[in-house]
């Protein structure tokens, strides 16, 4: 149960770097060199297709070359492609600008909320005595027990980082083909795909606020244990399986939460 719960503790600290973490600087930066890459070799592509989304735009609002003697009509277009073409060539910074804001919020949060120790779990020494005193044979169903425990609370640990992992991974792919949607706003209809885009991915920068304040919540519920649960009279199984079985929950909600963390930020946002 320690080494589960020691488990546990590590992938909760790793977390906490995590989304305090700029993707400029995870894993040395080397990833973030290889993004760098594959966008300025889509910026190519974003030209041409900002080009074809411009024409799109020009054929499908004007009916003749006569409407572009409105001089207020010509500027609008001109000033759409600019900006176009402003957030394909500098939309590497936009996104780094974005990412900043967010994750300045979240260091914020994380300075106020007094770090993650608070999320931490350690086995009450109420259970560590109740198992030290048990005897051969009632130690028997009390190993099946806490092995049982202890192989969720791992499988729970792996799946809680594989989902933060999961939120870098898709800041990179976003950033890599930021060039394809941004090209949408030269064209009046298809501008919904580049404000869509920048909308989500403000949305997963704020994914780790959700989650650090998901773990704080937990961190709360954990400490709280509910009267009755950690009852010395009661047999030391019976002791263990109850607080197994409450830690557990917990642990689970805390999962389901942290990855369900890109549903609670369009609930926010949208």
Known sequence: MNSAFETWNSKLAEI??????SPQT??????????????????AIGYALLILFFAMSIFGGTVSLKDFKNWQSAFRYFLRFVAAKTAVTYGLDLLTAIFDIAGGTVSRISENLGGVSHAMVTLPDTIEIAVLNTGFFASIPLWLVTLLGSLLIWVLSLIMIFSVYGRFFRLYLMTALAPLPLSTFAGEGSSRVGKSFLKNYAGVCLEGAVVIVCCVIFGAFAG???????????????????????????????????????????????
Not at 226 to 255: H, K, Q, R
């Open 26 to 43: 995870f894993k040395g930066g080397g990833i973030w060199a290889v993004i760098v890459t594959i966008n300025g070799g889509l910026k």
């Open 16 to 21: 906490w770097q995590l989304v305090s973490q």
């Open 224 to 270: 709280a244990s509910t009267p009755g649960i950690i009852d010395p009279s009661l047999p030391a199984v019976t002791i263990v399986w109850n607080y197994l079985g409450e830690c557990t929950f917990n642990m689970l909600v805390l999962v389901g939460l942290i990855k369900g963390s890109d549903r609670i930020v369009k609930e926010l946002i949208s």
